[in-house]
């Protein structure tokens, strides 16, 4: 499988899981599972999952893209990541110490609490006629509340207490009010269903075999309701989806030690070095070759 665990492995049977992301890289610190190696500041590949996730910062920096946007987090800022958004992460060059949280609820567990309202709320959310703003929007003082509660989720899975854990969810919950709605809640409704199939073809395909036909095929449908539906469940074409993960693959090889382009390019699924050039440059930022000299200055410096 390309990419390594399913976005839909069951890791968990917590209602509320926390990951702490230590990094402290010139000390050699880093978190237990860092399976990207030690040559390199991803600490998350372009994915997408059903849980809602909150990334809360105790130190450092860290940078994530989501849906396209880029936000960067620094000691006690908070990102809300809804079900299905596509996101990455990366901890800055000029960072050496960063430590945050990733509180990862499991929206289908969460629903079986007796709650109406919260469970009205996952629904919406899961299928795409809700959603909450990345950063949250609110002022200092709603956000002094948030990082409280989140922080108490943190603290009371530490301590194994899943009662007061659940409590400080509902109080995030209560303090960020509603989701945003669309003004036609239908025409955005989203197909977890359909979203699940989309990525575990992704995932489980290798990268020069991915295709639209291929996937649209499977899926029993031509490509054009497909290249509807994808836009419609993803919010974005499904070429620049795969354009993005491919990206991130071809990152992590370059960061692994690969720095030879053009091998870079065939094993990310670019058949042409010009198109992998163009689509580098374009998502990263930098050109292909300016991120080799960047890994390879960072190799030098360990």
Known sequence: MQGGNSAYEKKSQRLIRISTMNFHFSQGVYPHWYPIVRDTRLCCHYHLHEHIEIIVVDEGCVTFQVSGKQYDLYANDILFINPFEPHSGYIPDEYDRTVYHAINIDVNRCKAVPSLLLKHILNDLTNGR????????????????????????????????????????FSFFDVVGKPTYSVNEKENKRSAEFIKTVVLYIQETPLQDISLEAVSNMLSYNKAYFTTLFKKNFGMS??????NYKIEMAKGYIRNGNYNLNDVAIRSGFNYYAYFFKKFKSISGVSPS??????RDHNNRK
Do not use: H, W
């Not at 300016?290 to 890994?295: H, I, K, L, N, T």
């Open 130 to 169: 809700g959603v909450y703003p990345n950063t949250l929007n609110v002022n200092q003082d709603v956000k002094k509340e948030l990082l409280e509660y989140s922080r108490g989720m943190i603290r009371n899975c530490a301590e194994e207490n899943e009662l007061c854990q659940i409590a400080n969810m």
């Open 238 to 243: 499904f070429t620049d989806y795969v354009n």
């Open 290 to 295: 300016d991120f080799v000299e960047q890994c």
